[in-house]
C-alpha cells in the first residue's frame, strides 16, 4: 500500500491521495475500545451495521442478514495536514487502516504508511431522539457531516421488485421489524398492489407535517454550520411523472418553513420526461439538481441501469439533463457515474462532452455489495482511480466547477480535498 500511496501522491496531492486510500481500502474498527472510552457511543453518533445482505423476501425488499451484527461508526471526521473532512467508513475487517481510541484520542492509524490521523465521531443532532408522530426525528431528516440536511422522499427501488435494478445497487433497504415513518415501496408492494395515488394518500399527509416540524428543528439548530446543504432525495417509482408529483409537492411544504431559494438546495431525481417539471422545482426554489446517470453511451446504460432505461431512454436522459441546465444555469445540473462499471477511457469522453454542455460529473467508485448481482466484480485499480481523479480536476478546472457540497459533508469524494491545492 505504501507503493501505491506515494505513487498517488505524486498524481494528486497528500491530503485527497490519503482520503482517498482510506475510502478505497476501507477501515477496521477496534469498536471495544471506541465503547470503553466513549459512554456515549453508539447511540449519541451516526452509525451502521457492519454488513448487510439485500434480497426480496415475500415481497418486500429487506437486509436479509440474520445475524447480530455490531454496529461501527458510519463516518468520521478526520483532520488532514490541510484540511479537515467527514469520511464514510467503509468496513474492512483486514484493512491496514484501524480505528480506535488510543491515548484519549480517536485515531486512524496504518503501520504500513506509518502515520496517525485525529478523528473525530459524527454525532447525531441533539433533537435526534424527539418524538414526532411516534418516530423519532431523524426519521425524517438526518444531518450528514457537518452542514449536509439529507431528506429521503419515499424507501427503495422499484426496479428491485422486477430484477432491472442496477447492477452495483443494494438500495437502502432495511431489516424487516425497522419501521419507517416514510412511505416504503414495501408496503406499495404488498398492502396497495401498486397503487401509488393511494398509496401516497395515507402517507404523505403525516409524512409532510413532520417533516416540516423536523425541518425547524433543524433551522434552529446552531451546530449546522458553516452551510446549509438541502439534499431532498427521491428513490424510484413505477411512474415516474407520480414521482416527480410528490417530491415537488414535498419540496413546497420544506419550502414553506424555509424558502428553497435561500439555501444550497439541491434535488437528487430521475430526469423527468416532461420539461415543465423543470421548470416547476425551478419556481419552487431549487438551485441545483443532481441525475444519477451511472454510466456514459446507451449500450452501456440499457445493461447495467435496465429499470433507469424503461423509465427514461438515454437519449432522452440526455436532453433533459441540457434543458435542465438551460433553466438551472451551468454548473448548476450534476451527475454521478459509478468509476469501475464500464472502461474508464468511455467515461472519461462522456464526462468532456457533458461538461463543456455545462453539466457537472460526480463519481462513486464500485464497490462489491452483498446480495447485487455484482457482488464478486472486482473493483477498479486504485493507480486507475488516482489518474481519472486527476482527469476530472483539470476538467473541473478547465470549465470553473465547483465540488459537491463541501469537505465536511462530501464523504466518499475527494474532489473537495483535490481543489484545496
Sequence with gaps: MKKSFNTIVEILNYDSALKLLILRYGISVDAKSIEENCPTYP???????????????????????TKSMPWIPEEIFIQFSNIKSIVKVNYNKNS???????????????????????CELSPRPTWNH???????????????????????????????F?????????????RANEKSIRPTLNDLNTKY????????????KQYFEGLKEVYKLVLEDKNITPHHHLHIMSGNLPNLDMEWEYMLDLSRELSKIKPLSEVDSYLNILPPLNTQYLYDAKEIGFQK???NLEVYLESYFKSICPGKHAHIPYNIYLQQMEKAVEIFG?????????????????????????????????????????????????GPDI??????????KDVYVKYGFSGLYCSLASRSGIMNELLND
Design 162 to 174: 422486477h430484477n432491472t435494478q442496477c447492477k452495483f445497487c443494494d438500495s437502502c433497504s432495511s
Design 330 to 378: 451551468i454548473g448548476k445540473v450534476r451527475c454521478s457515474f459509478v468509476l469501475g462499471a464500464q472502461p474508464i477511457n468511455i467515461l472519461c469522453d462522456g464526462i468532456e462532452e457533458l461538461a463543456s454542455k455545462g453539466i457537472v460529473s460526480d463519481f462513486t467508485v464500485f464497490t462489491p455489495k452483498k446480495g447485487t448481482p455484482w457482488e464478486n466484480k472486482i
Design 43 to 65: 447511540v449519541a453518533f451516526r452509525t451502521k451495521r457492519i454488513s448487510k445482505n439485500t434480497k426480496i423476501v415475500d415481497g418486500c425488499l429487506i437486509d436479509a442478514e
Design 96 to 118: 491496514n487502516f484501524i480505528l480506535s481510541y488510543r491515548n484519549n484520542n480517536l485515531e486512524l492509524a496504518s503501520s504500513e504508511l506509518e502515520i496517525k490521523l485525529i
Design 193 to 204: 398492489d401498486n397503487n401509488i395515488p393511494v398509496w401516497l394518500d395515507d402517507f404523505s
Design 383 to 392: 493507480i486507475e482511480v488516482a489518474k481519472f481523479c486527476s482527469f476530472l
Design 289 to 291: 439538481m443532481i441525475f
Design 130 to 160: 424527539k418524538q414526532v408522530n411516534n418516530f423519532d426525528a431523524d426519521q425524517y431528516i438526518q444531518v450528514m457531516g457537518k452542514d449536509r440536511i439529507a431528506v429521503l422522499g419515499f424507501e427503495g427501488c422499484s426496479e428491485w
